[in-house]
């Protein structure tokens, strides 16, 4: 059947829209990615747009061969495989308690926790709890604030929620308790929505900088982003203009700038998270489809 001619200019006009996205979403990232693949002498003739025109390895080969920036992507990949699946457990267990009905003053912790999504002590009054719990300069100041997050929590408490009570009734009749319950009927039937907020919890820990930058003064628990963000801004504080020259001077020696090198950074961090993205992608709109409607 022949589509009709304002059905073919609407969905001309949609999907131009769309490559038109894509395009001025995507090519700020095509931009850092050749620049940083570029030599730092030919990157200094600028109208550099589509692709490396004198290929190097130069940026990555000195990023890469930083002890510190080494030690920052131990610090964030540990953070990562640790502080994810804790929060997954710590969020799902939370939701399946708060999902059930039969819970003594349900609605009054369900407010208690929303509360806390609205209302906050400020930076000082947290930077203060976390010194009273000696979590300051120190490694599980990265996991354990970061176990319980209640936008997450809401998602998959409704997602529960949806579930048919019949599972939990059938599993009660064969004896099993609230623990069984949870981990051989819930979680399994939770895989879609668990493994959205598992994802985002992910980039939580691989982008956060700021909890590093703050929290700890050891440069052994710098995080790969914290050590990005020094980086980034080491050419562009005034106080550090002689050091700059300093080091663009030896930079051109190794056929490296100061813009390769942040640009060559950026894709250190960056890169890793992204290629997890796409193994997980297929559960994000089932998971926050079904978990983020009903209240």
Request: hydrophobic share 50%.
């Amino acid at each position: 059947m022949v589509k009709a001619k304002p059905d073919f200019l609407f969905m001309s006009v949609v999907y131009l829209f769309i490559i038109a996205v894509f395009i001025v979403t995507f090519y700020p990232f095509w931009s850092i990615f050749i620049i940083s693949l570029n030599s730092a002498e030919d990157t200094l003739r600028g109208n550099l747009y589509l692709w490396p025109r004198d290929f190097s390895l130069a940026s990555y080969k000195q990023i890469l061969s930083d002890s510190e920036i080494w030690n920052a992507i131990k610090v964030t990949v540990l953070r990562t495989i640790i502080g994810t699946p804790l929060a997954v457990v710590v969020i799902s267990m939370l939701a399946f308690t708060l999902s059930k009905r039969e819970l003594v003053g349900n609605r009054f912790w369900t407010l208690y926790f929303v509360f806390t999504m609205y209302f906050g002590g400020g930076l000082i009054p947290y930077y203060m709890v976390l010194k009273s719990l000696h979590l300051i300069d120190s490694f599980m100041v990265f996991i354990l604030p970061g176990m319980m997050n209640v936008f997450y929590m809401i998602i998959v408490r409704t997602f529960m929620q949806q579930l048919p009570q019949e599972l939990d009734e059938s599993a009660k009749m064969d004896g099993a308790n609230y623990l069984q319950v949870f981990f051989k009927i819930i979680l399994p039937l939770t895989t879609p929505v668990l493994a959205t907020i598992g994802m985002f919890t992910a980039i939580m820990h691989w982008n956060s900088w700021f909890d590093s930058y703050v929290f700890t003064y050891n440069a052994d628990l710098k995080t790969l982003q914290a050590v990005l963000v020094k980086i980034l801004n080491q050419y562009q504080t005034s106080s550090m203009v002689g050091d700059a020259q300093q080091l663009a001077d030896a930079s051109k020696r190794l056929s490296v700038s100061p813009d390769t090198i942040r640009m060559a950074a950026t894709m250190v961090a960056t890169l890793p998270i992204m290629m997890v993205y796409p193994f997980l992608q297929k559960y994000f709109v089932k998971g926050m489809t079904l978990g983020a409607v009903k209240s």
